[in-house]
């Protein structure tokens, strides 16, 4: 019986033909030499300020054919390389090892807490308000939360995460993550001091007395949260929140 070449088979003949095609029947192969990929990298860190070359750039200069995916190439041999081309490309500001991306990060973090590291596991990406961020499945979602979330397998979206043991807002380790109400959150925040409260607040436009009085105006009734916003110039949403317990909540 005849057996059919595999499909795996079938592809790589169809990509071979493809390529001897696009280079008259010769498969194409430059050498660039050593010299050359130094002087296309100093030149790519001079114009970028940084030695990060993306796998897929290349250049049409001096070394610069396909210098991203010798870079690439580079970091997976360093083991390979002689201790001379390793100095000439620390030289270079070469980097070795990249950082996978944010998502690959919690990912991991998510494995380190599963076999019992006990440590911080600090973002090393951007981050808003000392948080990581992260996005996934076309949201942007604290990389703590996500991480713990993903740990615990299950998600509450009433609650909020907030650090245990470590209070570090740039902590990802789940098993330094729980649960907790905003409540918990703010108090929390209060006694480690992360939180400017009320006039302390760079932020705060208002003064805790005008706070108070806002919140007694609109009790007493007659006033409209619309009007309370015009004439004290805050936002709509303040007002809401103020009169509903929601912000300065230490004054009641
Ligand atoms: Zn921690």
Known sequence: MKKRPSRSMQDREKKRSRRNN??????KRTHIPWEDRL???RRF???NGHASVPTKWTGTERGESNLGRWVHNMRSRKMKLAEEKITQLDDCGFVWKVLGSPFVFVENAVRRARGGEEGCIVWPFAKTRGYGQVRFRGRQHPAHRLAFTMYIDKTQSNLQCIHGPCHNRACI?????????????ARDKIRDGTEQRGEKNGSAKLTETAVLSIRERFLRGGVTQTALAKEVGVSLSTIHLIVNG???THLV
């Open 22 to 27: 696009q280079n008259g029947g010769k498969p």
């Open 39 to 41: 002087i296309a990298i």
């Open 45 to 47: 860190v001079e114009e």
């Open 173 to 185: 380790n789940p098993r330094h993550v729980t649960w907790g109400s905003p409540t918990d959150n």
């Open 246 to 248: 929601k912000r300065w």
